[in-house]
């Protein structure tokens, strides 16, 4: 029976900056894993010549016993403190790691966000066209609003634990973080190394200049966002999948709503023949049986009636009746480009990542033009809108999504815009023609 409050947390950061490292270490240390099969795990990277990659395989394991087949517990691996049970949602090494961390930040109510300290190392990742500035602009878009941001290799032979490093990196880290909409109260930053072990469950003594909290410290700092469980439920489905003996489960986090079993839900949008009757049958997640899905939980269900090819991942699920989710003809939207090579116009038709849908969109009308911060109106109708600008536009879906006002539903009401797997435009949905 689970009692603790649960909370997601998304790691992201750049390609060796320590992810996998630094969760599996931590996932250790909170007795997740024991030292025997950290033995294992190291005696295998050794004999697959990375000594170093121990604790990384932690993190691998679960990616290698997810693609086995059934696991319903998608990119996820669990631990608790005193405080919280936490999920942690990660693919490390994943090829298409902007979609994966679309995908998996949506789902997040923290992120951690890893930087290497090494020389050179956080120069490349942050400042000259690495991908970490992207992935922090991209996590605020999906909602994250806490961070915890560990400066890692604090072991580096040329960092030697400087706390001159540290405050330099932190500087850097937090002008930009400020400059994309974070409130720096919500931000802590924290020297580690994830491979030896410092700052992630006790207080390093090799950093004495560092009076903050350790990571798990910061975690259990987190506020939890308020979970709407008044409102209509509302499942995006992340996966579908066929289970010998028990039929179809599928996955997701619930966004709102309590799900339970024994009711009728519905999808949106579904393939099945219209009056089947869906029903519950079981929650669960992590191998736990649940009484109820709360918004939060990323969790598993099986459902009566369903087949495999009624859904797709993206489909939103709810309950039957006047408030089910339902699919949207079009949606007007409030956009801003922030990577285009040219000029968006009318006619364009990008790939737009609303909560777990991949759909392309066209921009059927640029209605306005308007200013970023007050929302005034700076051009009725324009021809075009460029890197930097704001406006207000109609996106047309190319094929069945359903979606939502952010205002009613933030998690199913903002998007994403990319195009040839770069991010152009992110946007919030102002309202929605239906059906
Ligand atoms: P990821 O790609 O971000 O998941 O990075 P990994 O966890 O796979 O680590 C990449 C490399 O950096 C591996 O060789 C690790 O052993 C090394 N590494 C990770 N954390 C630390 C650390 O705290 N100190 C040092 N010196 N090396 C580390």
């Known amino acids: 029976m689970i009692t603790k409050q649960h909370l997601s947390v998304a790691v992201f950061g750049d390609v060796d900056s320590g992810k996998s490292t630094t969760c599996g270490h931590?996932?250790?240390?909170?007795?997740?894993?024991?030292?025997?099969?950290?033995?294992e795990l190291k005696a295998l990277a050794e004999k697959e010549g990375k000594s170093s990659f121990g604790f990384a395989y932690v993190m691998d394991r679960t990616k290698a016993e997810r693609s086995r087949g059934i696991t319903i517990d998608v990119t996820m691996l669990k631990f608790n403190t005193n405080k919280y049970n936490y999920t942690i949602i990660d693919t490390p090494g994943h090829k298409d790691f902007v979609k994966n961390m679309i995908t998996g930040t949506a789902q997040a109510d923290v992120g951690i966000l890893i930087v290497t300290a090494e020389k050179g190392g956080f120069e490349a990742g942050f400042c000259q066209g690495g991908q970490t500035k992207e992935h922090v602009l991209l996590a605020y878009t999906l909602g994250l609003r806490q961070i915890i941001v560990c400066v890692n290799k604090m072991d580096d032979k040329l960092v030697n634990f400087s706390e001159e490093r540290f405050e330099n990196i932190k500087s850097e880290v937090s002008l930009y973080l400020q400059k994309i909409g974070f409130n720096l109260k919500n931000v802590s930053f924290i020297p580690i190394s994830g491979y030896i072990g410092h700052n992630l469950t006790e207080k390093s003594e090799s950093m004495p200049w560092y009076k903050g909290n350790t990571v798990l410290e910061a975690l259990d700092s987190v506020t939890p966002p308020t979970r709407p469980v008044e409102k209509d439920l509302r499942i995006p489905i992340q996966g579908i999948y066929?289970?010998?003996?028990?039929?179809?489960?599928?996955?997701?986090?619930?966004?709102?709503?309590?799900?339970?079993?024994?009711?009728?839900?519905?999808?949106?949008?579904?393939?099945?023949?219209?009056?089947?009757?869906?029903?519950?049958?079981?929650?669960?997640?992590?191998?736990?049986?649940?009484?109820?899905?709360?918004?939060?939980?990323?969790?598993?269900f099986n459902v009566k009636n369903l087949e495999?090819?009624?859904?797709?991942?993206?489909?939103?699920?709810?309950?039957?009746?006047?408030?089910?989710?339902?699919?949207?003809?079009?949606?007007?939207a409030q956009v801003?480009?922030?990577?285009?090579?040219?000029?968006?116009?009318?006619?364009?038709?990008?790939?737009?990542?609303?909560?777990?849908?991949?759909?392309?969109?066209?921009?059927?009308?640029?209605?306005?033009?308007?200013?970023?911060?007050?929302?005034?109106?700076?051009?009725?109708?324009?021809?075009?809108?460029?890197?930097?600008?704001?406006?207000?536009?109609?996106?047309?879906?190319?094929?069945?999504?359903?979606?939502?006002?952010f205002a009613n539903n933030a998690p199913l009401g903002r998007f994403i815009i990319r195009d040839m797997k770069v991010v152009v435009a992110i946007g919030i949905i102002k309202s929605v023609n239906y059906k």
């Open 336 to 405: 801003i480009v922030i990577n285009h090579p040219g000029s968006i116009k009318k006619g364009y038709c990008p790939v737009v990542n609303v909560h777990q849908a991949s759909v392309s969109c066209e921009f059927e009308e640029i209605v306005k033009k308007i200013d970023r911060k007050t929302g005034a109106s700076i051009e009725e109708n324009p021809s075009f809108i460029k890197n930097g600008e704001c406006a207000i536009v109609k996106l047309k879906p190319r094929k069945a999504v359903c979606v939502e006002t």
């Open 242 to 300: 066929k289970v010998d003996g028990i039929g179809i489960v599928v996955s997701g986090r619930v966004e709102s709503g309590v799900l339970q079993t024994n009711k009728s839900i519905c999808f949106a949008p579904y393939e099945g023949k219209a009056n089947t009757k869906l029903e519950v049958r079981s929650i669960e997640a992590h191998h736990t049986k649940l009484s109820e899905g709360m918004p939060g939980d990323n969790i598993g």
């Open 26 to 39: 931590l996932v250790f240390k909170l007795g997740e894993v024991n030292q025997r099969k950290i033995d």
């Open 308 to 332: 495999y090819k009624d859904i797709s991942k993206g489909a939103v699920c709810g309950y039957v009746g006047e408030r089910a989710p339902r699919e949207c003809e079009s949606f007007e």
